[in-house]
């Protein structure tokens, strides 16, 4: 059974700061690794994908990948308000060969910005 | 990336009836998913709608009970048949995109059922 782990928070972080977003996973054949932001009553939307080793990084926002740990994290620098919102982990497990399965996802971190 | 587009948005079911929901893309996708999100609780992967075949089900969810359909590329349909309160719950279709290289997954708004 894959399975995703996550802090589910609230976290709280004042407004210009850096928020930590941490997940760990399972299933040590895991490929890819995604982060959905979810506003309430909103259905998730995609912020980074990563699936390599290291950092990748988008505008405010840095995923980080450690394999060897089955650990992954979002960073988004100066935080803003509309950060507020909660961040899904999802992670997708080895391919099949018939294209994307469906992700495995965690139970998500309640962010909270303050201004 | 895809356009989802579900209907209904929302309604109130009475218990013992059954509510298709369907799922519209507006684009060709190979994959299309159907999830469910109770309150509270993240996203549960319920099938993998294969087009041309039958579903393919994870651990805890039956075909009887979530009768799917996918004629084509672009849509899907997912029942809840002989609905109860525990399956008030947003149900949310996703399809596979391909975005430099990985495959993604977009989400529609989401179906929120109410079951009485």
């Known amino acids: 059974q894959k399975e995703v782990e996550q802090n589910s928070g609230p976290l709280s972080v004042p407004e210009g700061a850096i928020a930590s977003l941490n997940c760990t996973y399972s299933?040590?054949?895991?490929?890819?690794f995604f982060w959905y932001r979810q506003y309430s009553g909103k259905s998730p939307e995609l912020i980074m994908f990563?699936?390599?080793?290291g950092d990748k990084e988008d505008g405010r926002f840095t995923a980080q990948l450690n394999k060897a740990s089955q650990y992954v994290s979002l960073l988004i620098r100066d935080s803003q308000p509309s950060d507020s919102a909660t961040y899904l982990c999802?992670?997708?497990?080895?391919?099949?060969?018939?294209?994307?399965?469906?992700?495995?996802f965690g139970k998500g971190t309640h962010l909270i910005i303050q201004p | 990336s895809a356009v989802i587009s579900q209907k209904p948005s929302r309604d109130i079911c009475q218990r013992g009836t059954s509510l298709t929901i369907q799922c519209q893309v507006d684009?060709?996708?190979?994959?299309m998913f159907w999830y469910r999100q109770q309150p509270g609780q993240s996203l549960t992967l319920i099938a993998t709608?294969?087009?041309?075949?039958?579903?393919?089900?994870e651990s805890g969810f039956v075909i009887d009970k979530f009768p799917i359909s996918r004629p084509n590329l672009t849509f899907s349909t997912l029942t809840v048949s002989n609905m109860s309160p525990e399956d008030s719950s947003i149900y949310l279709c996703?399809?596979?995109?391909?975005?430099?290289?990985?495959?993604?997954?977009?989400f529609g708004a989401g179906s929120r059922l109410t079951v009485l």
């Open positions: 996703s399809a596979a995109g391909t975005e430099t290289g990985a495959n993604v997954l977009t």
């Open positions: 299933d040590r054949g895991s490929q890819s």
């Open positions: 990563i699936y390599s080793n």
């Open positions: 999802a992670v997708r497990g080895r391919d099949s060969g018939g294209g994307a399965d469906g992700l495995t």
């Open positions: 684009s060709q996708v190979t994959m």
């Open positions: 709608a294969n087009q041309g075949s039958e579903a393919t089900y």
